[in-house]
């Protein structure tokens, strides 16, 4: 069983940072590919950035240069450092893992607005 906790969502303005993160108490976190994923209303889930067991990271087109993943093994914690918001980036996200079956979180809302 895997649990993910996100938090660190919020209200902030266009150019603005957040940094989201993703718990876990699973012994098994060194080995896990976890990914963001966001979701606004009306349309579908879609991959912001992952970071494989290995190290490697990859990312949305639409955030390369803004969004570092990040992720703390000791810490069993994944991390999404967000810059440069802007109000398109408003969407609940959250935090994604396979273990056997699909895992995610509960979610985290940010919103970029003045």
């Known amino acids: 069983q895997v649990q993910l906790v996100e938090s660190g969502g919020g209200l902030v303005q266009p150019g603005g940072s957040l940094r989201l993160s993703c718990v876990t108490s699973t012994n098994i976190f060194s080995r896990l590919d976890i990914s963001w994923y966001r979701q606004v209303p009306g349309k579908q889930r879609e991959l912001v950035a992952r970071v494989f067991g290995t190290g490697r990271v990859d990312y949305e087109d639409s955030v390369m240069g803004r969004f570092t993943i990040s992720r703390d093994n000791a810490k069993k914690t994944v991390y999404l450092q967000m810059n440069s918001l802007k109000p398109e980036d408003t969407a609940v996200y959250y935090c994604?893992?396979?273990?056997?079956?699909?895992?995610w979180g509960q979610g985290t809302q940010v919103t970029v607005s003045s």
């Open positions: 994604h893992t396979v273990w056997s079956r699909i895992y």
